[in-house]
């Protein structure tokens, strides 16, 4: 079963207006990552948030983190075209190696 | 800046046949190095990492293998192919201080027919 989970799992707005991606998880972590894969294009790192924080931003991109609830959103504001792609969150897992598990991606359109 | 760099850009093998695919890293002293294989459309499955020369681990078993031959270079390879080994190969890196997730590479794309 996925240890890390993007929804909606698709979604598309149009240029300029302001979108969210949600992401679940099922165990303890020390850091979340958000990715943006563009088509035919390796993976692009945009924001790690680390479990003793609750917010993080970049630029038009904001992260927040709730451990509580095990879930955490990446917010895009102002969208462009160029934001079409889909949109990971990895998770580490205290297992005493390095192993960031993905979800299956939400895909972004941002029409025109 | 660190760098990474996959080859080849794009792959059509036979069934039966081998594969090499090699990834090098420059700019970052002994870096965390990572295999990802990804079908279309699909998420990222983590397959091997490395934290030093001439040491794997195998995350996944798709009769894959993969080396680390130099600090900087990962290599991954299959005597004999499968269908189900088409998909998106990524080489990625991490520091090996603190948590840090994995940086990628531009991808392989695979097709076996």
């Known amino acids: 079963s996925q240890l890390a989970e993007e929804n909606p799992w698709a979604l598309s707005v149009h240029e300029g207006e302001s979108v969210t991606v949600n992401c679940s998880y099922k165990t303890s972590i020390t850091a979340l990552q958000w990715y943006r894969q563009k088509s035919g294009e390796g993976p692009a790192q945009l924001i790690l948030?680390?479990?003793?924080?609750r917010e993080k931003r970049n630029g038009r991109l904001r992260a927040t983190l709730d451990t509580s609830s095990q879930s955490s959103s990446l917010s895009i504001t102002a969208t462009r075209c160029e934001d079409t792609a889909v949109y990971f969150c990895?998770?580490?897992?205290?297992?005493?190696?390095?192993?960031?598990?993905f979800g299956k991606g939400t895909s972004l359109t941002v029409i025109p | 800046a660190q760098t990474i760099h996959q080859w080849p850009v794009a792959e059509i093998k036979a069934v039966g046949s081998p594969l090499s695919l090699g990834c090098t890293i420059k700019?970052?002293?002994?870096?965390?190095l990572y295999w990802y294989w990804q079908a279309t459309g699909g998420t990222l499955q983590q397959l091997f990492y490395?934290?030093?020369?001439?040491?794997v681990e195998s995350v996944v078993q798709l009769n894959l293998s993969a080396s680390r031959p130099k600090d900087d270079q990962f290599i991954l390879s299959t005597e004999k192919l499968l269908l189900s080994h088409s998909g998106f190969y990524l080489c990625a890196w991490s520091s090996p201080v603190g948590n840090q997730a994995p940086l990628f590479g531009e991808g392989t794309r695979l097709s076996v027919l």
């Open positions: 990895a998770t580490d897992q205290d297992t005493g190696y390095q192993n960031f598990y």
């Open positions: 700019g970052k002293s002994s870096p965390n």
């Open positions: 490395s934290i030093t020369v001439g040491q």
């Open positions: 948030i680390r479990s003793n924080e």
